[in-house]
């Protein structure tokens, strides 16, 4: 999953930014509506995590924007305005989703997963496959009943493969998925967190390598 956060308040944008990361989400921050337009403009987000007072751009007319494009991200505005009529212009902008400031962080976890699930093709809250079963909400992986423990990054590869329902996946794709733009596009990472990924979930394989094109959970 990838979000990206727009808020002006940078030590919120950040804290929330890190939260996020702890849930196994690639995020990118910015602190203004410009940033926000261009960065929407190249890179694929499932949510987008909008403050409605913004610099440069208002939140609104970015918010409009980003509908207009008729792109298949989803919007969770936040404002320090919080009454019914602030609810139904977001809304009406095109939000897909209204928070007011304060919030509690489990929530808004909860609402940017919730979205999340809409950004794309129907995707049941808890994934299978092939004896895996992971809990995004929970934070819980197993196999066959053995619960794994996995870091960040391997949970989101793992999430990302499961997602895909033995489609390959490329490691370009899991570097735009698992992985924020701070990250080098010809780093070995990928390789990396999938052989530990492979020791973890152990034997028989359920990873196979698809040469020259990815990964994806065999077939049986």
Same mark, same amino acid.
């Given at each position: ?69 008729? +792109? ?46 809409? +950004? ?66 010809? +780093? ?24 020259? +094109? ?7």
């Amino acid at each position: 999953m990838r979000v990206l956060i727009v808020e002006d308040e940078r030590v919120l944008a950040d804290t929330v930014a890190e939260g996020l990361r702890d849930e196994a989400m690639a995020v990118d921050v910015v602190y203004d509506g410009d940033d926000a337009l261009e960065r929407a403009s190249y890179n694929e987000y499932d949510v987008v995590v909008l403050d409605r007072d913004l610099p440069t751009v208002h939140g609104d007319d970015v918010c409009r924007e980003l509908v207009g494009r008729r +792109s298949p991200t989803r919007i969770l505005m936040l404002t320090a305005a919080g009454d019914v009529d602030d609810r139904v212009d977001g809304l009406m902008l095109g939000a897909d989703d209204y928070l007011p400031k304060p919030f509690v962080f489990g929530e808004l976890v909860a609402r940017v997963r919730a979205l999340a699930r809409r +950004s794309g093709p129907p995707v049941p809250p808890v994934l299978e496959g092939r004896g895996v079963r992971l809990d995004p909400h929970r934070r819980r992986a197993a196999r066959d009943g053995r619960e794994l423990r996995l870091t960040n990054k391997e949970f989101a590869v793992l999430e990302e493969l499961l997602r895909a329902e033995g489609g390959v996946v490329s490691a370009e794709r899991l570097l735009e998925r698992a992985w924020d733009e701070n990250i080098d596009p010809f +780093s070995n990472i990928v390789r990396v967190t999938m052989a530990t990924l492979r020791r973890k979930l152990g034997q028989p394989p359920v990873i196979e390598t698809v040469t020259g +094109s990815g990964y994806r959970l065999e077939a049986r």
